[in-house]
């Protein structure tokens, strides 16, 4: 039986909460970080969340060990 190739690249990108919601980093929080205000930066630092169900149920399939 061939094992099951999964997309790694999304394992970096997203992580889930225990009861299967999916976080992922906010956008516009690398570069130019001088630009934005305090509060900006202080906000983008936490997750977001995957509000969207068809995009959530796409990541869960790619991600079948988490």
Known sequence: ???QKTH?????????????IVKHKQMN??????LKTTKRTRHLRSDG???NKEE?????KLLPYK
Do not use: L, Y
């Open 1 to 3: 039986m061939p094992k």
């Open 8 to 20: 790694r690249g999304a394992a970096k990108r997203f992580s889930f909460t225990k009861n299967g």
């Open 29 to 34: 929080a690398n570069h130019q970080v001088r």
């Open 49 to 51: 969340i995957v509000d």
């Open 56 to 60: 959530a149920r796409t990541i869960h």
